[in-house]
């Protein structure tokens, strides 16, 4: 599975972004998704992640209630919603794809390349 996110830019404070996760392959389906960032100078963590058929997600305390994630197998493609954006959510955001949904970066067996966010005050 090959992953591309896409979205990224630069917002004000109590703005709103959407990320996508594009996927190839026809076997999208069968992986959790999850997103992650990583701010300069910290290290890549957990945003929140969603099941293989959408029903189920699961989000970090810091972004829970503003963040959402959905997904569409038809296309692919899987979205973080981002709402109410905080300066504290400027980071390289990324997804990625696996067959178990953690909080942890190392069971996910497939990245995409990053989308920079940057939220101005």
């Known amino acids: 599975v090959q992953l591309q996110a896409s979205g990224g830019g630069l917002v004000q404070a109590g703005g709103s972004l959407r990320l996508s996760c594009a996927a190839s392959g026809r076997t999208f389906s069968m992986y959790v998704v999850g997103w992650f960032r990583q701010a300069p100078g910290k290290e890549r963590g957990f945003v929140g992640a969603?099941?293989?058929?959408?029903?189920?997600?699961r989000y970090a305390d810091s972004v829970d209630g503003r963040f959402t994630i959905f997904r569409d197998n038809a296309k692919a493609t899987v979205y973080l919603q981002m709402n109410n954006l905080k300066p504290e959510d400027t980071a390289v955001y990324y997804c990625?794809?696996?067959?178990?949904?953690?909080?942890?970066?190392?069971?996910?067996?497939?990245w995409g390349q990053g989308t920079e966010v940057t939220v101005s005050s």
């Open positions: 969603i099941n293989r058929s959408g029903g189920s997600t």
């Open positions: 990625a794809a696996g067959l178990v949904s953690t909080y942890y970066t190392g069971d996910y067996d497939y």
